[in-house]
């Protein structure tokens, strides 16, 4: 059995630690920013944004109350946080091998995302962009940090498709 496939038998279970994981990443990454004093870039306030709103999704339906659309709802957040994952490790990837590389990240996509939403300037503990990509690229026990961020996005990733398909299947069984 393996292990994408255990906690998928139980989508609540699943969409719990998806959001307990997720939230879990980002405390990790406060920790390591007020803490350890390792500034984030714009790509690894990006990867925060992606690990909230799979946390969100998850959460949201791991409250959905059984009933007529609850399967639909949890194959379909399965299906989102699946996508949101998948971009998340884009994201992970392309600061490990193309931002981290480059003097500057200013006016990068994941720049622009930022300012755009405004959380920056909300909550600027969190959100502000303090590094550049150059600056943030730190390793955790010899491991960079983005691939940390990337491993989590692909195993969420593996969840998530894993419940989509995991509930489609009980559906059509039962």
């Not at 959001?19 to 306030?45: E, N």
Request: with cysteine.
């Amino acid at each position: 059995m393996s292990l994408i496939a255990l906690p998928a038998r139980q989508p609540r279970a699943t969409l719990a630690l998806i959001a307990l994981a997720c939230l879990a990443s980002v405390g990790a990454a406060l920790f390591a920013q007020h803490r350890l004093d390792m500034q984030p870039c714009p790509w690894c306030i990006l990867q925060r944004i992606l690990f909230l709103l799979i946390g969100t999704v998850a959460a949201l339906a791991a409250v959905l109350p059984d009933g007529l659309g609850a399967a639909l709802s949890r194959r379909l957040s399965g299906a989102l946080i699946a996508l949101l994952a998948l971009a998340g490790t884009a994201a992970a990837l392309y600061q490990h091998f193309v931002a981290a590389k480059l003097p500057s990240c200013d006016l990068t996509l994941a720049d622009r995302i930022i300012s755009s939403l405004g959380l920056d300037a909300a909550l600027p503990d969190v959100f502000e962009v303090r590094a550049s990509c150059a600056e943030a690229a730190v390793s955790v026990l010899g491991v960079p940090f983005e691939l940390w961020s990337a491993m989590l996005f692909v195993l969420l990733a593996g969840l998530g498709l894993r419940l989509a398909i995991r509930v489609a299947e009980r559906r059509r069984f039962s």
